[in-house]
């Protein structure tokens, strides 16, 4: 008898923690993508998405226009765009993000294109490699509401103090 219990009391607990995890970080990332963050910084970090033979896709301009706006509001006075390119690609998310940011009107001398990674854990590691990055601790992340707590936890792993000003229209909001 004393054995069931035992066994009972362990498997209840097994299952508690298996659903209250979950739910927590479900719970935590749902928040952090309802309450943007941003407060002025040293940069604007826009994280990569799909772009279409130099222009950005839906999901990409979403997050360059988010950008725009917070650089406009002067809460920040550099942007760096991330990304690299797919197989056979003729440009980088990075590139066709920079490209779209002129066509708007900032300055290029404003904006570092970084044209590495793939995913959201490379494009923060060259992010933090890149020439004159240094200088840089305070960055404004701007991407997808639910990445913004994936992507501020990836940043501030590599030295940086982020916060994340999420899209608020576009497919992926």
Known sequence: MFLFKFAWKFISFLLLVALVI??????????????????KADAIVVMGAAQLDGRPGEVLEARLKESLRIYEKGFAT???????????DRFTEAAASKSYLISKGVRAKSITAVAKGRDTYRS??????AEGIKRIKEIIIVTDPYH??????????????????PTRVGIAS
Do not use: H, V
Request: net charge neutral; glycine share 10%; with cysteine.
């Open 22 to 39: 979950p739910l927590w970080a479900m719970g935590k990332t749902w928040y952090t993508a309802q309450n943007e963050t941003i407060r």
């Open 78 to 88: 550099e942007i760096y765009t991330l990304g690299a390119g797919a197989p056979g």
């Open 124 to 129: 923060i590691e060259a992010l933090s490699k």
């Open 148 to 165: 913004c707590l994936r992507s501020m936890t990836m940043a501030n792993d590599f030295g940086f103090n982020a916060t994340c000003s």
